[in-house]
Structure formats: structure tokens, C-alpha cells
């Protein structure tokens, strides 16, 4: 029962440098999402599929670059990380938009 | 503007005693909340939720009341366990399907 799998768990990265966060989900859900959580903050959606093939914008996009690969897997892209992008960025997904989420555990990410 | 709001940042109690976790929102096109419970380096887990049209969901130790009027939601947990000890975020679900979350409240639960 891997139900949503993120890597890495962990990644320093420097200013300027790009990386893909990478999610995939074993339950055949239809949507996937992507949160970053930062203290004080609580969890902030950045981008969502509802569908395969469809990818929008949510609370806090700037900055990143989302692709639906196939239905389970949905990565997010920093393409030059700044230290604002330094938080827990958390994927999720759900048998429809309507259903209840399931998350990964979370990739911690720091940017020096 | 903050849609969802948790005005407790913690929340600490004895072990056998009720926790009450607060939750307001000012949305009032939100038509489903749900409480999603989160330990330390995991991911949030799905704890309970409650539909707009309802005022009371009862799951076990876990009750979730809705107070529409006043845009108003909360948990209730009894008997606290240790276990209980997590951080609890609210959300809600708006006409998009999205959900919105608040910031969270660690509960404490001492034994």
C-alpha cells in the first residue's frame, strides 16, 4: 500500500539551480495536487490535475513549472529555486476533485 | 485574505479530558469540511468531515460540529490520547472543488 510516493525526502539546493520534484500515486486517482506548507502559513496549493492532460494554477504558482506525466505520476518543477521556495512541498490526490486527498510524506527542500 | 482560519497556533491538554479544536471560515459558498490530522514529518491523513448541510458528524472519539450561521466549525476529541498529539488542519471545499486549509493547531495531549 505505497499510496503516494514523493522524492527525494530531502534536497539542499543553491540559488539559481533547478530541480523536479517528483509524485506518483498508486490508487488510480484521477487528481493530483501539489501543496508547499511553510510555518505560520499552513498548506498552500501551487498547482493541481484535475484530470490527465490537464494541469491550473492554484493559490501560489510563481516560480513553478507542473507536468502530468500519466495518470500517476505529476511533477513539479523549480526551474531557478530562490530562498523564498524554501518549505515542505507536499503532493496529494483524489479519486476526483471532490474526493478526499491522500498526501505523500513531503519533500523537505532548502534553498541556500 | 485568509478564507480559512484556525486562530489557536496550540492547544494542550490532559489525557482523558476533551479537546476542542476551533475553525472559521468566510467563505460562504464552502459546501464541505474536512479536518486532516498531521504528525511530524509525514503527510496529513484525512480524520473526518462533515457536509454544509449537516451540523454534526461523529466519528468514534472524533465529533465535528458546523455552525453555519456563524461560519463556524470545530472538533471535538474525547477522551484526548497521547496520540492525539499532531497538528489539525481545517479545510473547506469551495464551488471549485478545491480545498483551502488553515494554518493548523498542535494539540498537546499530556499524559
Known amino acids: 500500500n505505497a499510496g503516494v510516493t514523493q522524492t527525494p525526502k530531502f534536497q539542499v539546493l543553491k540559488t539559481g539551480q533547478s530541480m523536479t520534484l517528483q509524485c506518483a500515486q498508486d490508487m488510480n486517482h484521477n487528481s493530483m495536487y501539489w501543496y508547499r506548507q511553510d510555518p505560520g502559513m499552513g498548506l498552500r496549493l501551487i498547482y493541481y490535475?484535475?484530470?490527465?492532460?490537464?494541469?491550473d494554477k492554484g493559490e501560489v504558482p510563481n516560480g513553478y513549472n507542473v507536468s502530468r506525466l500519466n495518470k500517476r505520476e505529476f511533477s513539479l518543477r523549480l526551474e531557478s529555486a530562490a530562498p523564498s521556495q524554501t518549505s515542505v512541498y507536499f503532493c496529494a490526490s483524489s479519486e476526483t476533485l471532490e474526493r478526499r486527498y491522500t498526501f505523500g510524506s513531503g519533500t523537505r527542500l532548502t534553498v541556500v | 485574505d485568509q478564507q480559512v482560519k484556525q486562530n489557536s497556533p496550540s492547544l494542550s491538554v490532559q489525557e482523558g479530558r476533551i479537546s476542542i479544536l476551533n475553525c472559521d471560515y468566510t467563505?460562504?459558498?464552502?459546501?464541505?469540511f474536512l479536518w486532516y490530522k498531521k504528525y511530524p514529518a509525514e503527510g496529513p491523513t484525512f480524520l473526518i468531515s462533515?457536509?454544509?448541510?449537516?451540523d454534526k458528524n461523529e466519528d468514534g472519539r472524533f465529533t465535528v460540529f458546523l455552525n453555519k450561521s456563524a461560519k463556524h466549525l470545530s472538533l471535538h476529541i474525547v477522551p484526548s490520547q497521547p496520540g492525539d498529539s499532531a497538528v489539525y488542519f481545517c479545510?473547506?471545499?469551495?464551488?471549485?472543488?478545491?480545498?483551502?486549509f488553515g494554518k493548523g493547531t498542535l494539540l498537546t495531549v499530556n499524559p
Open positions: 490535475s484535475a484530470s490527465e492532460g490537464t494541469t
Open positions: 462533515i457536509s454544509s448541510i449537516k
Open positions: 467563505n460562504s459558498m464552502f459546501d464541505y
Open positions: 479545510a473547506a471545499r469551495g464551488s471549485n472543488y478545491k480545498l483551502t
